[in-house]
Structure formats: C-alpha cells, structure tokens
C-alpha cells in the first residue's frame, strides 16, 4: 500500500533502510500478461520488508518475489542515498539478464521529475554520477570484487549452485568489501546440504551469528494455488478432495486449503515428468 508521504520524507526513510514507500511510488514491473503495474510488495514480499535486519539469510520457494523485492530495495538505496554502491550476485547468465531487465525496466519507467541522471549504462551495471551511487548485476565468476572496493548493499543469489570456485574466491572479497552499517543478504531456494550457505543459515537458526534466518515455505506465496476449474488441473483433482494421509497432516497443520493442495499435486506432477 502506497503511503501518502512526501518525495522527500520517502527518500530519508529510503536513506534508513525503509524503502518501501519510495518502490511502491515510483517501480513498475512487467505482469503475467506482459503489461507494466506499479510495483506492490506481496504478502511474502511484505514479511520480508518488515523483518529485515542488515543481515539476512532467506530459505524460500522458487517464483516467490524475493529476489524482486531485493533488487529494488538495492535500487531505492541507490537512487536515495548519496555515495552508495549495491552489487547483486546471482548463480547463472539468464538470472543476471532478467534480473538486470527488471532494474532497467523500472528506471525506464520512472517519472522524469523523480529519475536521476544515468550515467554508465552497460549490460551489468548503472550508474547515477549526480549521487556517485551505482548498482552492480553479474553472475558469480564474471567479476572479482577488489579488497580496497567499499560495497553498502551485497546481495547474494542461490549461492549453492555457484561453482565451487566462484564461492571461494568470490564470497570472500566481496564481503570484506560491506562495511559496518552495510546491508548483506544471502537467498536461495532448498538445494542440497553442506556448503556455506546451509551452514550460515544453520548458525543463524542457532543464534550463533549476527545474521538473522527467514524461512518462506511453498505455501507463503498466495499464488501457489490452483482451483477446481482451472484447466492446468487434472481431472480427478477437480472436485472435492480426498486426501492421503500425508495432505492431510500438512493441511492441519499449516491451515492449507484445497486449491493449495492442487496446486502441490500440479507441481509435483510436472516434476516427475
């Protein structure tokens, strides 16, 4: 929900870390259908927006908005605050080039009165010279962070499936490089055991870092549901239910309908084809 704040209130909330108001102002993203909406922080978006800390380590579903959210928390700091330099690290050349559409396509998308002047615009990375600000968007491996670099905001996307290399060498530099009072947030969706992320986000379940856990599960996300009617649906799940044993537990405990249990009967489905 967009509040009634003036430019400059939302860019010193901005400054502090409360971007909210400035994204939901000012972003537009592309649908579904293709079409640009502003920007509006869904119900998993919003319980990011209002439990971050400066450091933060993310378990979610795939398709949930996090990385969304990210990037454009990223954006707003950079557009707001003076000096403020934010690098986004995802796993893979597709995830940079969607995620890099998708800060294009908001800046392109701003009012004219609101934008600031663009300086470099490359296919990785934009800068705004009238704040000596910039953001940063690669893939793990195609740059090395320089010990002498100061980096405010590090996002760090699906660090499992980095390649082992990359990890070493990358996570390293990169976050020596946030200084204290930076933002560094690590996500990833569930994949595999035993590299640094799953025991990062195990110190931080445990309380033994300064870092702060978030578990998203599948059924976060609203749109993780399909109804009787809808044609992706098999035809035997088209009416009332009956579920095993094991729907059944998952439906009592976590207060999951009908229309989500089809839809984990649908993803399941696709999985094994």
């Known amino acids: 929900m967009v509040?009634?704040?003036?430019?400059p209130e939302m860019v010193r909330s901005a400054q502090r870390g409360e971007t909210r108001a400035f994204m939901e102002s000012f972003f537009f993203v592309r649908t579904k259908e293709s079409d640009l909406a502003p920007f509006r922080l869904t119900p998993l978006q919003d319980a990011i927006d209002r439990n971050k800390t400066n450091y933060d380590i993310l378990l979610k579903p795939r398709q949930s908005g996090g990385s969304t959210?990210?990037?454009?928390?990223?954006?707003?700091?950079?557009?707001?605050?003076?000096?403020?330099?934010?690098?986004?690290?995802?796993?893979?050349?597709?995830?940079?080039?969607?995620?890099?559409?998708?800060?294009?396509?908001?800046?392109e998308s701003m009012e004219p009165s609101v934008k600031p002047a663009i300086g470099h615009d490359r296919t990785d990375y934009v800068d705004f010279p009238g704040l000596h600000s910039a953001i940063y968007i690669g893939t793990a491996g195609s740059r090395r962070f320089g010990r002498s670099e100061t980096i405010n905001f590090l996002h760090l996307s699906e660090v499992p499936q980095w390649e082992p290399d990359d990890r070493a060498q990358l996570l390293t530099a990169a976050l020596e490089a946030v200084p204290k009072g930076g933002r560094i947030v690590w996500e990833s969706t569930p994949h595999g055991i035993g590299d640094e992320f799953h025991q990062l986000y195990l110190d931080a379940v445990a309380g033994a870092t300064a870092y702060r856990?978030?578990?998203?599960?599948?059924?976060?996300?609203?749109?993780?549901?399909?109804?009787?009617?809808?044609?992706?649906?098999?035809?035997?799940?088209?009416?009332?239910?009956?579920?095993?044993?094991?729907?059944?537990?998952?439906?009592?405990?976590?207060?999951?309908?009908?229309?989500?249990i089809r839809w984990r009967r649908w993803k399941i489905g696709n999985q094994r084809r």
Not at 82 to 101: C, G, M, S
């Open 213 to 260: 856990a978030h578990f998203f599960p599948w059924f976060s996300n609203p749109e993780f549901a399909l109804s009787g009617s809808d044609p992706e649906v098999r035809i035997s799940d088209r009416g009332e239910l009956e579920y095993t044993d094991e729907e059944a537990a998952l439906a009592s405990r976590h207060g999951l309908v009908q229309d989500q």
């Open 3 to 7: 509040t009634a704040v003036s430019l």
């Open 69 to 107: 959210y990210h990037v454009f928390d990223a954006l707003a700091r950079c557009l707001c605050t003076p000096n403020y330099q934010a690098a986004i690290v995802a796993h893979e050349k597709d995830a940079t080039e969607r995620l890099f559409r998708m800060v294009a396509r908001a800046l």
